[in-house]
């Protein structure tokens, strides 16, 4: 499936980059069947406003698969590490490194920090794992550092 009328969407809408990775190999077996993670990324200063910006992205993302009944799981951003939720303790789990490096959106700096060829390391992430077969970006293996 082309991805690309959601990519449309979400860069529409504000994100700065998006992209699109098999994640299957950095999965636990619970979540196994979720094997493509749509990494977003946008440019701002991280804070309470950026977080909800963020997770507005993932609620488009969510509305999109819905509707055509694909299963999902929103890994929502670092900084956002609601107490009491389920969601929080799978942090640990997936990193929204892997999305982004899977979808080839960057690289794994020296500094443990994405680094983007455009950005750099100033961006701020958020991911959502599907099921739906889409066709997928090309990922960046190695650091380039």
């Given at each position: 499936m082309?991805?690309?009328?959601?990519?449309?969407l979400?860069?529409?809408?504000?994100?700065?980059?998006t992209?699109?990775?098999?994640?299957?190999?950095?999965?636990?077996?619970?979540?196994?069947?979720?094997?493509?993670?749509?990494?977003?990324?946008?440019?701002?200063d991280?804070n309470?406003?950026?977080?909800?910006?963020?997770?507005?992205l993932?609620?488009?993302?969510?509305?999109?698969?819905?509707?055509?009944?694909?299963?999902?799981?929103?890994?929502?951003?670092?900084?956002?590490?609601?107490n009491?939720k389920?969601?929080?303790r799978?942090?640990?789990?997936?990193s929204?490194?892997?999305?982004?490096t899977?979808?080839?959106?960057?690289?794994?700096?020296?500094?443990?920090?994405?680094?983007?060829?455009?950005y750099?390391?100033k961006?701020?992430?958020?991911?959502?794992?599907?099921?739906?077969?889409?066709?997928?970006?090309?990922?960046?293996?190695?650091?380039?550092?």
């Amino acid at each position: 499936m082309n991805p690309d009328s959601l990519k449309d969407l979400l860069l529409s809408s504000g994100a700065t980059l998006t992209g699109i990775g098999d994640v299957t190999e950095a999965l636990s077996g619970d979540i196994r069947h979720l094997t493509r993670g749509i990494a977003i990324a946008v440019r701002k200063d991280l804070n309470r406003d950026t977080v909800e910006f963020l997770l507005g992205l993932q609620g488009l993302i969510e509305a999109w698969l819905r509707k055509r009944n694909y299963r999902f799981l929103s890994i929502p951003p670092d900084s956002d590490r609601r107490n009491g939720k389920f969601i929080s303790r799978l942090y640990e789990f997936f990193s929204h490194k892997t999305a982004a490096t899977c979808a080839g959106l960057g690289w794994i700096g020296k500094n443990g920090l994405i680094i983007n060829s455009r950005y750099g390391p100033k961006l701020s992430w958020a991911t959502v794992l599907t099921d739906t077969p889409f066709m997928t970006d090309r990922p960046i293996t190695r650091s380039l550092c």
